[in-house]
C-alpha cells in the first residue's frame, strides 16, 4: 500500500516522497491534479498528502474513498481542508520530524480506525453520499448530533467518523450503551460519585461524562433512559457542568455530544416517554441512515468490503460473488442491514470451498432460509397471501422493476402482471 502525494511544488512533492521511502511506504508523487485523481484508489493508496490549494480534491477523494486517510499541508486552509475530509493539517514550513509524526498517526490512529477494526466507511449510495455531505460540514463543529436509524444501519460507525474528524479527535470518544444499564446504576455510571456517596461507595468513581473531558461522547440509545434521567441529563448538556453523585461542588466537563436511537424518538416525544426539550437540545443536526434495503448501491461495495475483510483476517483468499448471489443480495430485504450483510458475509466466506460464493452456499435471513428473509409468516397467513407479499416485497426491493422482479420470482412478466392484474381488481394493492 502506497501514499500519494500532491503539491504544485515539485521539490516539495520529492522530499515528502524522500521520507515517505524512509518511513518504508511507497510515495507515489503527482504535481498534477488530474493525473492525481485518474491514479488515486483505495486498493494502491492507505493514505494521501495533498496541498491546501487543492481542497477540492481532497472533498471529491474522500467522496469517492472513505478510506483513504488524507493529511493536508498549507499556510491558512485547515478550516477548510478539515471540512473537506482531511483528517490532519499540517503548516508549512514543518520539520520533516513533524510530517513523519502526523502521517505515522494518520496510518496507525489513535482512533484513526473504527472500533470494530475495520477501517472503511463504505458510501456508495447516493443517499449515503449525502450522508457524508452532512457528516463532513459537522464533524469539525461542536454541534450535537442525533443519528436515527434501524439497529445495524452503522450509527455507530458514523459516530466515531464525527470524533475522528472532528477537532476533538485528539480527545477522547467515550461510548456508552444506554439500554444496556439498569436504570439505577445509570446515574453514577454517567456522572461518577464521591467516596462515601452510598453503601458501597468505597472510592471516587470518575464518570463518562468526565472521562469524555476534551472529547466527545457517545450516548447510544438515548431513548432508553428514564424521565428523571432525562430531566438530569439536560441540566448537564446546558450547563456543562457534572454533579457526582453525593458531591459538593460541580465540575465543567468539556464535551461534545453524539446521541443515536434505532427508535422513532418524535413517536417517543408524543407518547410521553421522551422531553421535547431534551430532544431539542441534542437534534440539532439530524441525521437519517436509512435501512440498507432502500441503499441499494451500497449493498455490494459493503460485500466486497466485508470478503475483503474476513480474507485479510483469516489468511484467505477473497472470492467473487456468483451473479446470481449478487442478485440475492439486492432483492433482500436486510431486516439486520449491514450487521446482517456483515454476518451473512463472513459465514459464506469461511464455509464456500473453492473461490465462487454461490447462491447455495449464500444463506439469507436468520434461520438460513429465503422465507425467513420476508419475515416467518404467521400460521394462519394463506399461500396466497404469501404469494402476494413476496411478490409485493420483491417488486418493492427492485424498484418495480418487472422484468427483474418475475426473473427474481422465476415467473414470467405475464404472470407477474397477471397477478397484479388481480391483486388491484380485489383492491389488494393500492397502485400498480
Ligand atoms: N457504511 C459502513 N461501512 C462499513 N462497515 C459498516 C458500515 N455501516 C455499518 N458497518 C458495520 O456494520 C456493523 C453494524 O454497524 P453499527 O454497530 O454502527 O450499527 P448500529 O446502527 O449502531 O446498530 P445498533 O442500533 O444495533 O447498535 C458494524 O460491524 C460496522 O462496522
Ligand atoms: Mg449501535
Redesign the pocket.
Known amino acids: 500500500m502506497g501514499i500519494a502525494i500532491l503539491d504544485h511544488d515539485k521539490a516539495t512533492v520529492a522530499i515528502l516522497a524522500e521520507i515517505i521511502d524512509e518511513m518504508g511506504q511507497t510515495p507515489y508523487p503527482f504535481t498534477d491534479k488530474d493525473k492525481f485523481l485518474g491514479a488515486i484508489s483505495p486498493t494502491a493508496h492507505r493514505a494521501a498528502v495533498i496541498a491546501e490549494d487543492f481542497a477540492d480534491v481532497i472533498e471529491g477523494t474522500k467522496q469517492v474513498y472513505?478510506s483513504i486517510e488524507i493529511l493536508a499541508m498549507g499556510t491558512s486552509g485547515h478550516d477548510r481542508c478539515i471540512q473537506a475530509g482531511a483528517t490532519g493539517y499540517l503548516k508549512k514550513p514543518f520539520p520533516a520530524g513533524d510530517f513523519r509524526q502526523a502521517l505515522q498517526a494518520l496510518l496507525l490512529g489513535p482512533g484513526s480506525r473504527?472500533q470494530?477494526g475495520?477501517g472503511?466507511?463504505?458510501?456508495a449510495d447516493r443517499s449515503?453520499q449525502k450522508i457524508m455531505e452532512i457528516l463532513r460540514k459537522v464533524a469539525p463543529t461542536q454541534a450535537s448530533v442525533l443519528?436515527q436509524?434501524?439497529?445495524?444501519?452503522?450509527?455507530?460507525?458514523?459516530?466515531r467518523y464525527i470524533h475522528q474528524h472532528s477537532k476533538r479527535a485528539g480527545g477522547p470518544y467515550v461510548g456508552i450503551?444506554l439500554a444496556a444499564i439498569p436504570d439505577t446504576l445509570l446515574e453514577s455510571e454517567l456522572f461518577g460519585y464521591e467516596k462515601g456517596a452510598f453503601t458501597g461507595a468505597y472510592a471516587t468513581r470518575i464518570g463518562k461524562f468526565e472521562l469524555a473531558d476534551k472529547g466527545t461522547i457517545l450516548l447510544?440509545?438515548i431513548t432508553e433512559i428514564s424521565i428523571g434521567l432525562q430531566a438530569k441529563l439536560l441540566r448537564v448538556l446546558q450547563e456543562k457542568q457534572i454533579d457526582r453523585v453525593g458531591a459538593k461542588s460541580s465540575l465543567h466537563v468539556d464535551f461534545r455530544v453524539i446521541a443515536?436511537t434505532?427508535r422513532n424518538i418524535e413517536q417517543e416525544i408524543r407518547d410521553g416517554n421522551f422531553r421535547s426539550d431534551l430532544y431539542f437540545r441534542l437534534n440539532v443536526i439530524p441525521i437519517k441512515?436509512p435501512p440498507l434495503q432502500s441503499r441499494q448501491n451500497?449493498i455490494l461495495p459493503?460485500a466486497a468490503?466485508?470478503i475483503s475483510k474476513v480474507a485479510a483476517r483469516e489468511g484467505m483468499p477473497e472470492k467473487a460473488l456468483s451473479p446470481q448471489a449478487k442478485d440475492a443480495f439486492l432483492s433482500y430485504s436486510w431486516p439486520g442491514?449491514?450487521?446482517e450483510?456483515?454476518n451473512v458475509i463472513e459465514r459464506s466466506m469461511i464455509l464456500t470451498d473453492g473461490p465462487e460464493i454461490t447462491l447455495d452456499s449464500v444463506e439469507l435471513g436468520m434461520g438460513g432460509s429465503h422465507e425467513t428473509a420476508l419475515g416467518q409468516p404467521a400460521v394462519g397467513t394463506t399461500i396466497h397471501e404469501m404469494e402476494k407479499n413476496l411478490i409485493c416485497s420483491t417488486l418493492q426491493s427492485v424498484d418495480g422493476n418487472r422484468t427483474r422482479a418475475a426473473s427474481l420470482l422465476g415467473i414470467s412478466i405475464r404472470t407477474l402482471r397477471n397477478k397484479l392484474n388481480e391483486y388491484a381488481g380485489k383492491g389488494q394493492i393500492s397502485d400498480r
Open positions: 472513505q473504527p470494530s475495520n472503511s466507511f463504505i458510501a449515503m443519528i436509524g434501524e439497529s445495524g444501519t452503522g450509527k455507530e460507525v458514523i459516530a450503551n447510544d440509545e443515536t434505532n441512515v451500497d459493503l468490503h466485508f442491514n449491514v450487521r450483510l456483515e
